[in-house]
């Protein structure tokens, strides 16, 4: 069965870190860009991060939505076909179900660089609930 499984959302302080897990089974996910979104019931999703798929000698090129440069980092471990959402100095306005999304690419910004507009993600996960709050 092809799919995408997120993990690691949570209930956390304002500066606290939560790391979010993209787990994918069915297929393998180097060959794959990988996008973090996140949406808040009633607003439009947003893109959060994206990683291209690997080169072999890199994870893959990585973007950022200017909101959370510097906070938060993407990383993939093909061996564990897993891509990872890093999320540190959290705030209260990063609170959201995140969801991760999942479309075969080469290893450039092609997908990645439009991340957020692209429209043709084969996969998608169910959801993770993060919730920041004092």
């Known amino acids: 069965q092809v799919q995408l499984v997120e993990s690691g959302g949570g209930l956390v302080q304002p500066g606290g870190s939560l790391r979010l897990s993209c787990a994918a089974s069915?297929?393998?996910?180097?060959?794959?860009?990988i996008a973090w979104f996140r949406q808040v019931t009633g607003k439009e999703r947003e893109g959060v991060s994206c990683?291209?798929?690997?080169?072999?000698?890199?994870?893959?090129?990585?973007f950022y939505v200017d909101s959370v440069k510097g906070r938060f980092t993407i990383s993939r471990d093909n061996a564990k076909n897993t891509v990872y959402l890093q999320m540190n100095s959290l705030k209260l306005e990063d609170t959201a179900v995140y969801y991760c999304?999942?479309?075969?690419?080469?290893?450039?910004?092609?997908?990645?660089?439009?991340?957020?507009?692209?429209?043709?993600?084969?996969?998608w996960g169910q959801g993770t609930q993060v919730t920041v709050s004092s």
């Open positions: 999304a999942a479309v075969p690419s080469l290893p450039d910004a092609e997908i990645c660089g439009s991340f957020s507009t692209y429209g043709g993600y084969d996969y």
């Open positions: 069915g297929f393998t996910l180097d060959y794959y860009a």
């Open positions: 990683i291209s798929s690997s080169d072999g000698s890199s994870d893959g090129i990585t």
